[in-house]
């Protein structure tokens, strides 16, 4: 014991704190071992990684940069991510996962959520919400620094996702625990009518697409999302006390996005001079609406598959 107390001493009193957090960090359990920030890298990869998504790449990378800027946080950080399938919302909650803990997305301390697997029954819904609240709140005592991801909410079970009300808000401890440094990501395709429908006008306007803002979308999708009965936030009381920190909206892609996901896949692959396949590919995928036929029905979720018919 008394080892290990002089290790903490000198962990937090010495110039060369490093060299004894890696001695620390291998006779602890401690959470904030593994959490280990890299903004810079977070937003290379948004910005390198992430196409035709201006306003997902300036949303999370401020957002998440001024959340961790701050030792003591009032309430936690919570995204709720939207739009049309294929246009990078789950790969850039993973993103966060890979650039905040020295283990990725592997850590322990980032828990994922799906409807179908996790709540499958409507009818146990009451269950549902005292297991969750009873899992986050154990999850958030083991590890203040947790990010919690709830994928598909479109399929959540109406009145399961307000359990986690006292959890979003600004009091400092709920159930004994400190939960203000917690991270939160609601990802749907709730919302995504909202969004094309701003894109295609947008288009036919002849405007820029880096022209549509935020204010443009965020009052809509919120609204949308409570009013949805295919929402998880269907009359939630979470979204009635504004407690999602950002809506942050994935537009939809355009050709020429499907077609640098193409060419993205096959440099992973070996090929990157195969201009042929990306060609191909890009080619063979439905455009929306008719006519115009501006943006892929699919975004970039079948690149993959295309690209094997292809290469």
Same mark, same amino acid.
């Given at each position: 014991?008394?080892?290990?107390?002089?290790?903490?001493?000198?962990? %937090?009193?010495?110039?060369?704190?490093?060299? %004894?957090?890696?001695?620390?960090?291998?006779?602890?359990?401690?959470?904030?071992?593994?959490?280990?920030?890299?903004?810079?890298?977070?937003?290379?990869?948004?910005?390198?990684?992430?196409?035709?998504?201006?306003?997902?790449?300036?949303?999370?990378?401020?957002?998440?940069?001024?959340?961790?800027?701050?030792?003591?946080?009032?309430?936690?950080?919570?995204?709720?991510?939207?739009?049309?399938?294929?246009?990078?919302?789950?790969?850039?909650?993973?993103?966060?996962?890979?650039?905040?803990?020295?283990?990725?997305?592997?850590?322990?301390?980032?828990?994922?959520?799906?409807?179908?697997?996790?709540?499958?029954?409507?009818?146990?819904?009451?269950?549902?919400?005292?297991?969750?609240?009873?899992?986050?709140?154990?999850?958030?005592?083991?590890?203040?620094?947790?990010?919690?991801?709830?994928?598909?909410?479109?399929?959540?079970?109406?009145?399961?996702?307000?359990?986690?009300?006292?959890?979003?808000?600004?009091?400092?401890?709920?159930?004994?625990?400190?939960?203000?440094?917690?991270?939160?990501?609601?990802?749907?395709?709730?919302?995504?009518?909202?969004?094309?429908?701003?894109?295609?006008?947008?288009?036919?306007?002849?405007?820029?697409?880096?022209?549509?803002?935020?204010?443009?979308?965020?009052?809509?999708?919120?609204?949308?999302?409570?009013?949805?009965?295919?929402?998880?936030?269907?009359?939630?009381?979470?979204?009635?006390?504004?407690?999602?920190?950002?809506?942050?909206?994935?537009?939809?892609?355009?050709?020429?996005?499907?077609?640098?996901?193409?060419?993205?896949?096959?440099?992973?692959?070996?090929?990157?001079?195969?201009?042929?396949?990306?060609?191909?590919?890009?080619?063979?995928?439905?455009?929306?609406?008719?006519?115009?036929?501006?943006?892929?029905?699919?975004?970039?979720?079948?690149?993959?598959?295309?690209?094997?018919?292809?290469?």
């Amino acid at each position: 014991m008394l080892a290990v107390l002089c290790v903490l001493f000198l962990y %937090f009193h010495n110039p060369v704190c490093g060299v %004894f957090q890696k001695l620390y960090c291998t006779i602890s359990d401690s959470c904030d071992c593994d959490f280990k920030p890299n903004i810079r890298d977070l937003e290379w990869d948004l910005y390198k990684n992430l196409y035709g998504q201006h306003l997902a790449q300036d949303i999370v990378s401020e957002e998440v940069t001024r959340f961790l800027q701050n030792k003591n946080p009032e309430r936690p950080l919570v995204l709720s991510f939207h739009g049309s399938s294929g246009t990078g919302k789950t790969m850039v909650s993973s993103m966060l996962g890979n650039h905040l803990y020295g283990s990725a997305m592997s850590s322990p301390y980032v828990h994922q959520f799906v409807p179908t697997l996790h709540f499958p029954l409507p009818g146990r819904v009451k269950e549902y919400r005292e297991e969750l609240k009873s899992w986050v709140q154990g999850n958030l005592t083991e590890c203040a620094r947790s990010v919690f991801l709830f994928d598909e909410m479109e399929k959540l079970p109406p009145g399961l996702i307000d359990v986690l009300e006292p959890f979003l808000g600004p009091s400092h401890v709920v159930f004994r625990t400190n939960y203000r440094k917690a991270i939160y990501v609601f990802i749907s395709t709730t919302g995504e009518k909202v969004i094309n429908k701003m894109a295609v006008e947008n288009r036919q306007a002849g405007q820029d697409r880096e022209e549509i803002k935020l204010a443009d979308l965020q009052e809509a999708i919120a609204e949308t999302v409570y009013n949805s009965n295919t929402s998880g936030f269907f009359h939630s009381s979470i979204i009635q006390q504004k407690l999602i920190t950002s809506f942050v909206p994935f537009l939809p892609l355009s050709r020429h996005h499907v077609e640098r996901c193409v060419r993205s896949q096959l440099c992973q692959r070996g090929s990157c001079a195969r201009s042929d396949v990306v060609e191909a590919v890009g080619g063979d995928m439905i455009y929306t609406p008719s006519p115009g036929k501006y943006f892929s029905s699919t975004g970039c979720k079948a690149v993959p598959a295309k690209i094997n018919l292809f290469l």
